[in-house]
């Protein structure tokens, strides 16, 4: 067995505009170096990126970690030539990143995290510039680079063995954590101001995502508006419009005349989620498809009754503590949300069972596995040295 002792991690993602991957990679670094106390921790981070969210200053306690602040911009050509200079003098024997891009010129191990191939699946989210043209290849190259791709569901490890011909033995599916900071909150206090900053009604129906197609809030609005409006409590529609596509929501909610009964507040601060959550009589997530589908687990964190599509990897996420349905049927979903408004008993009975759900998505067992995943990688190393 070949030992990995000194790990570099590309923290680099650790800012706001990354905010699913950076929270994922903060979190992850974080348990990783409170558990993996006999290895090295070299954590590159850029120190001119706007970082409002996490610490990472506090790493630099923990007597296994060292902080290297990098100027070297995420997906410019050049940090390919700049990264195997670096890696070679730091004397790393892995490279980790938590997302796509690998150093592709460094003679070392690496491991990289697949999040989703919403690009590949959905080509119409490209973006048009450089950085595309940049984008696709060194993601192909990568994944066949590394020595172990990490996903974040089934569903994402079938893609990436669908559009990268990447063999099943070289994946490893590693499922993402609630924050523990999302829990049931009940300071009247707080409610009451969270309630008064985003303008919420007594009652409410929420969802939660960025206006995009694939989050598919139109049909959720279709299927809102068949509901009798004297039962039916607000719909509050969280997430910030993408210029790139037209508002289709708003022309949807424009069409059914049910604009009095709809709350758009934009997007909610990270630290008001937890509230918001726990306000709402129910959340629902329409999804098309995800790579994971972190909202509906948040939502049962909180103690709030899930509605999720039966798409990618939402079911797989979920399991049987959400209500389903098809994310393509309004009708389907207008019963399922008529239901669960009617029965309080279901209600209790999706949140317990969502709370329970929750309890295995934790960022400790995360960096266990990410640690069983390195084991892997030194077990493999070592059979090709013998090998030879």
Request: aromatic share 8%.
């Amino acid at each position: 067995m070949t030992a990995i002792r000194t790990v570099a991690f590309d923290a680099r993602y650790v800012n706001d505009r990354y905010h699913g991957i950076g929270r994922h990679a903060y979190n992850l670094l974080d348990a990783l170096t409170r558990l993996d106390l006999d290895r090295r921790y070299l954590v590159y981070y850029h120190p001119g990126y706007r970082n409002t969210r996490f610490n990472i200053e506090k790493l630099r306690e923990r007597t296994n970690v060292e902080l290297r602040p990098i100027r070297l911009p995420l997906y410019l050509p050049s940090e390919q030539l700049v990264w195997p200079i670096l890696l070679a003098r730091a004397r790393a024997d892995l490279f980790h990143s938590p997302y796509v891009v690998l150093p592709l010129l460094a003679r070392i191990s690496s491991i990289m995290t697949v999040h989703d191939l919403i690009f590949e699946r959905c080509p119409e989210y490209r973006p048009r510039s450089y950085l595309q043209r940049f984008y696709s290849p060194v993601t192909r190259l990568g994944i066949q680079r590394a020595d172990l791709v990490l996903t974040v569901s089934e569903s994402t490890s079938c893609d990436v063995q669908a559009y990268y011909g990447i063999n099943r033995a070289s994946i490893h599916v590693i499922g993402n954590a609630v924050d523990s900071t999302f829990q049931r909150a009940s300071d009247p206090k707080r409610l009451a101001a969270v309630r008064e900053r985003y303008g919420l009604p007594e009652r409410f129906i929420l969802t939660v995502g960025a206006g995009r197609p694939h989050k598919n809030i139109e049909t959720l609005v279709e299927a809102f508006a068949r509901l009798d409006p004297s039962r039916a409590p607000t719909l509050v529609i969280s997430g910030e419009h993408d210029p790139r596509f037209p508002d289709g929501v708003s022309a949807h909610i424009q069409a059914h005349g049910i604009a009095s009964r709809v709350v758009r507040p934009g997007r909610i601060q990270e630290a008001d989620l937890p509230a918001v959550y726990s306000l709402a009589d129910v959340f629902i997530f329409p999804s098309l498809v995800e790579g994971f589908g972190l909202p509906p687990l948040e939502a049962m964190a909180c103690g709030t009754p899930v509605l999720a599509s039966t798409a990618s990897a939402v079911s797989e996420v979920v399991g049987d503590a959400a209500l389903a349905f098809n994310a393509r049927e309004p009708e389907q979903l207008a019963t399922a949300l008529s239901r669960i408004l009617a029965d309080a008993t279901l209600r209790t009975a999706l949140s317990r069972r969502g709370l329970e759900r929750t309890r295995a998505f934790t960022w400790e067992r995360v960096a266990r596995e990410t640690l069983q995943a390195y084991a892997s990688i030194e077990a493999t190393a070592g059979e090709a040295l013998y090998a030879h």
